[in-house]
């Protein structure tokens, strides 16, 4: 089982970076230490960017380009990878539950001086995938179809959805009654835009029920699920970008910003001290001392002696 501590393309499953070839051991070494902090960053961060149902809801039933790209979460996702260090991610072309991704002046080919003629970027394939599948929770596969290691002006990512996955993300209860024959409490214009949605993705046709809305219906009615309901992880940077717009001064803003971040510090209740040995605390009192492991262990022996 692969450490779950991991990211995917650090992982024997993931197959592994490609090998490295030709250039110079000062080349390789910058390159691989760059690969350990993107690995680091991945593993500090991913696990926070889980995001609610609700808002990947809005990213789903978005139908354009423009509509996406306006989305709270797509936003987020963008910053998300730029700041790991997987370079400036922009969506380039969209069909339902299918995106492309491209990243012009991908960082992750600076890993690999040496390669050429192939494609490189493991790392944001499996990236994509990993937020895709468990920040998201949508199950997906991830293609890098361009790069520029192989010669392609951008390295490019396909996205494509699990349908069953999406469904079960994107319809809340409003949708499973148009689904089922019932009209939901919202007004006319929500409704259009709810049927629209679902004709978009094949659930409905001409108004009436499909045989995809059919099969599906007939599989969610013995799927229990329960939303959770959860900030998504762009509310604080929000609310400070609010308060620091409807402020004059910096003081006024600095201070809301204090409470808004401010979390209430509890006394941590210290856990009472293991017992030790008398030549077990000798020994860590040494190592108060010592600056060194090696010489450390020499003072052991000299004493043992």
Not at 28 to 53: C, H, R, Y
Not at 150 to 158: A, L, M, S
Not at 196 to 222: P, W
Request: charged share 25%; glycine share 6%; proline share 7%.
């Amino acid at each position: 089982m692969a450490d779950p501590g991991l990211p995917p393309f650090m992982t024997d499953s993931a197959g592994g970076p490609p090998p490295a070839q030709e250039g110079s051991f000062g080349q390789s070494m910058g390159a691989f230490g760059a690969l350990l902090k993107l690995q680091q960053n991945i593993s500090d961060k991913f696990p926070k960017a889980k995001v609610p149902w609700n808002e990947t809801r809005k990213f789903l039933k978005a139908s354009t380009i423009e509509l996406i790209r306006s989305t709270s979460l797509y936003k987020f996702h963008m910053k998300f990878f730029k700041d790991i260090g997987l370079g400036n991610m922009q969506l380039i072309s969209y069909a339902p539950m299918h995106y492309i991704f491209a990243v012009p002046n991908n960082p992750v080919c600076n890993f690999y001086p040496a390669l050429q003629n192939q494609k490189v970027c493991v790392a944001t394939t499996d990236a994509l995938h990993r937020f895709f599948r468990e920040d998201l929770e949508l199950e997906c596969s991830v293609e890098e179809t361009e790069c520029i290691k192989n010669g392609d002006p951008v390295c490019k990512f396909k996205v494509d959805l699990q349908p069953i996955s999406a469904y079960q993300v994107m319809l809340d209860e409003h949708d499973k009654m148009i689904l089922s024959g019932v009209r939901p409490p919202v007004d006319d214009n929500e409704l259009r835009d709810r049927v629209k949605t679902l004709t978009i993705y094949k659930l409905l046709e001409s108004g009436r029920l499909s045989e995809i809305g059919n099969a599906y219906m007939q599989f969610a009615s013995n799927m229990p699920v329960q939303e959770k309901i959860f900030d998504p992880p762009w509310k604080l940077q929000e609310e400070l970008s609010s308060i620091a717009e409807s402020h004059n001064t910096f003081g006024g803003a600095f201070g809301e910003m204090a409470k808004k971040i401010q979390v209430p510090q509890q006394k941590e209740q210290k856990e009472p001290s293991p017992e030790v040995s008398e030549e077990t605390a000798k020994i860590q009192e040494e190592a108060k001392k010592t600056d060194s492991f090696a010489e450390l262990l020499s003072k052991m022996k000299k004493e043992q002696s």
